[in-house]
């Protein structure tokens, strides 16, 4: 089968780009619409029709009298492919039917999902990627199953941290004092300590934490929160616009021992990297030699492209971020790790939203928000709808058989058949039985254990309508999205339109052997070959053989032969070029016959080229010239199908009425 995607950017391309679905005949009425452009089997074409067309379709600044007559020609030979294949009968094939609704089951849950779940959430990160928040916080751990009493427990108590940090009290001292996070703990300037998380921008934390921390002014205090960790309240210190990530280097000067004159002689060694950095020295020579970051000295201590939120050291980021142009460096900045002298390379500002989409899309399919936009989208479109689950029957089965004998039962299918029958989940006007749920229960994974056979059961009935309730709207989006409903007429209509072509066009003239073999008779004198360069290409698994095969053909001995000898360690293949095409071969054409590249790398392979002399201008065999004449042949069979149509279907054009 055609890949779809194939089929859709086929008709697409067929004009630059437009998108647009096959016409209906409509009754003369239309006809008196005022200036139509274009009158296609007695419908017209309006300004108003061409101007939507055409503003879809042009992706260049672009846009003249000449551009758009072209692209009038071009969207009335579509509309009329389009027309008759329909008239031809193709919309009523049932493989063409099966193509359609493959591309639709391919597209449509991803498209649904990308619209409600996906670009909502890209755009709200790339919007908090400008921009970095500080906060502390203060949590209260308590598991996300646990009993009532430790859940109220946990929240009591996080509600009277809250209420004293409102009255005034240091959040810093409530967080070492009292915050369950082991960070808050930590010395003075360490990364969590007195609860202060330091920046942070979209993507760093956990959904509702993020949410909490962009919607709390600078110095207030959240409401109450809950995360899988436990209970949270947050302040937000402060917050400011994210620098651009930068790619940065540094020389990490550990002391060598917990004396005194370990640290004095950790110093000296930095003093040491700065007399040679200010005496001109390029950084990555003295990280090479001095830094004891041996992950990163043999690359000139470059740590890579790192934004301002990616956990580096407090005391390295901000010293890192303070350079004021590529090519700086520090002064030393003191961790627990030693001493690091920083070094600015070059600065990487975010880009459009467009330029990051799919850096971002693929950022959120790693992070828990995906999943739980995804389940909150299902859930509001199941209380659109109205459900239910009959949890009695649940409770039934609980009662007589213990865990794992009802799972086995449900994976199994070995519920009585009265079980099987009985209605046991409903959405909207659609009813479920035991028996549906047992085959979805069959092939998909149980929730997490929670303790309770019960809940483990009930979660999967709300994983299960979640799906039923997706699904109910992946099968109503045409109804419901206009773009999803243009985007499958596009298809269907490319399909039709590939199917008229393969078969009116393209099939034809590849197999009309006598056609093809008469346009040759006729164009021969214009087939040529011109002068070109024959290029004998060897690669093998390392230059040392190439140079070997090179001085045994140099010392005269027949190529043929040497190649034949190293058939076993060389690869050996030959073309023809007659002009530059910016490719390796090119390099070929400033030697002289016989001469050699120097080896070069390519797929993990040296490759060496030789000028083999020069092949003199000639005519094309039948078979040399064939795939060129194919192409003339249906070049010739579109030009008379279109001249056809357009008689037929009876097309007037006025390209003098299109406007700029």
Known sequence: MRHPRFLILFALLVLGGCRASGPSVTGSSR???????????????????????????????????????????????????????RRAGYADIPEVEQEIQSYRSQL?????????????????????????????????SVDAKAPAEDTLRAWSRITALRDSALSGADFGQLARQHS????????????????????????????????????????????????????????????KPLPPARELAHIMIQPRGPSPVDSADALRRVNLALERLDSGEAFSSVAADL??????????????????????????????FA????????????????????????????????????????????????????????????????????????????????????YRALIQGELEEADQRSIIATLGDSTWTVSAFQDWFRSSRLPAASGSVRDNVIASLNNFLDEQALAYEVARLEDRNEDFRRTMAEFRDGILLFRLMEDSVWSAAASDSSGLRALYDAQKDSL?????????????????????????????????????????????????????????????????????????????????????????????????????????HQANLEAQLMDRLRKQYGVETWPDRLRR
């Open 291 to 320: 830094s004891d970051d041996r992950n990163s000295a043999p690359n000139g201590g470059n740590i890579g492209l790192l934004g301002f939120d990616q956990g580096l050291p407090p005391a390295m980021r901000d010293s890192a």
């Open 31 to 85: 006809i008196s619409a005022p200036e139509p452009v274009a009158v296609i089997n007695g419908e017209p074409l309006t300004q108003a029709d061409f101007e939507e067309q055409y503003a879809r379709a042009l992706s260049t600044g672009a846009d003249s009298i000449e551009d758009r007559s072209t692209f009038l020609d071009r969207y009335v030979n579509y509309r009329l492919k389009v027309l008759e294949a």
């Open 528 to 632: 040529m070959f011109p002068d070109r360069v024959e290029v004998v290409s060897m690669s093998a698994a390392s230059d040392s053989v190439l140079f070997h095969a090179r001085d045994r053909i140099r010392g005269g001995e027949a190529a043929s032969e040497v190649f034949d000898d190293m058939r076993t360690r060389i690869r050996v293949d030959t073309t023809h070029i007659a002009v530059r095409s910016g490719s390796p071969f090119d390099d070929v054409l400033d030697l002289n016959e016989g001469e050699f590249t120097e080896p070069s790398r390519s797929n993990g392979r040296f490759i060496m080229l030789r000028h083999n002399g020069v092949q003199p201008a000639r005519h094309k065999t039948y078979e040399e010239a064939r795939s060129e004449l194919i192409n003339l």
């Open 108 to 140: 449509a849950r991803p498209y649904l999902v990308g619209q409600e779940v996906t670009d909502p959430l890209v755009r709200q990160l790339y919007e908090r990627r400008k921009e970095a928040v500080q906060a502390s916080h203060i949590l209260v």
């Open 180 to 239: 369950e996070d082991p960070s808050s703990k930590s010395a003075p300037g360490s990364p969590g300590a007195d609860g202060n998380l330091g920046y942070f921008g979209g993507g760093r934390m956990v959904q509702p934490f993020e949410d909490y921390a962009y919607d709390t002014p600078v110095g207030g205090i959240s409401p109450v929160f809950r995360t899988r960790f436990g209970y949270h309240i947050l302040k937000v210190e402060d917050r």
């Open 323 to 406: 350079l004021p142009a590529p090519g700086a460096y520090s002064g030393p900045a003191q961790t627990r790790f030693g001493y690091h002298i920083m070094s600015y390379i070059r600065e990487e500002p975010l880009r459009s939203l467009e330029d990051e989409y799919e850096t971002l899309k693929q950022q959120i399919s790693n992070l828990p928000r995906a999943q739980e936009a995804e389940t909150a989208f299902a859930r509001s479109l199941r209380t659109e709808l109205g459900d239910s689950i009959h949890t009695a029957i649940v409770d039934e089965w609980v009662d007589r058989m213990p865990g794992d004998s009802l």
